[in-house]
């Protein structure tokens, strides 16, 4: 989990797994695994997948001072390498394609924009603009092919807690753990689909400083090749991407 690399990470980014990076396996129990992995068989059985997701944060974990805390995040997913996230919150939107070709950011607000390699899997651009660029995924532990392998290489202990009801859903409810925090997924027990997600940084007041509702899952959603291809509109300014130390 990429928020698992620390806090920096966790304050840029919250999500649940860090690509490329196995600081531990998770010891887990037989029906917290069962339920894990047909969540990641699933997702990854989808040549085409497309969601929406609801995120709230915390103000204390802003790094930056106009970093959205509550956005509507729309997905898309085409394998193996195209991808593209759109947030929107507080009057502020950001764009983010992924593709082999190439990828780009975009604020609409600004009309700035910036281009950046591409790379053959989603995985791979991903791991390669979190850890190069500081480029952040939003919901990325949901995009890659195999999120089974993630949340359990970043976790220590993942544990079945029971079935909760989200809208009105039955949703078995995993809890894992790492010294600096813990997280909650409830995954649907009709579809083996994400409900919502939890993280709470430990050494922060309170709890759920991270949430995430999923609403309208589409595995199958047939996307037109232009989903994924960023065109600046009339007016657009390029600019590079620095990277702060």
Known sequence: MNLLQGTRLILAALCLA?????????????????????????????????FTAYRQMDSRLKELPNQMTNATIEAHVARPDRAKAI????GDERH?????????????KTGFYARFNGFPTVEQSIDKISSELDIHVPMQDFLGSNPYRNFRANSDTITHEGVDKIGGVACDHLKGTRAELEWHLWIAQSDNLPRRATITVKEFSGKDHWKADFKKWNLNPKLPAGTFEFTPPKGATEIDIVVAE
Do not use: H, R, V, W
């Open 18 to 50: 860090a690509l490329g990076s196995c600081a531990s396996i998770a010891t887990l129990d037989s029906k917290s695994d069962a339920t894990l992995k047909a969540m990641s068989d699933k997702l990854a059985a989808a040549d085409q997948l497309s």
């Open 87 to 90: 947030a929107k919150g507080g």
């Open 96 to 108: 983010l394609y992924l593709a082999k070709e190439g990828g780009a950011i975009f604020s609409p």
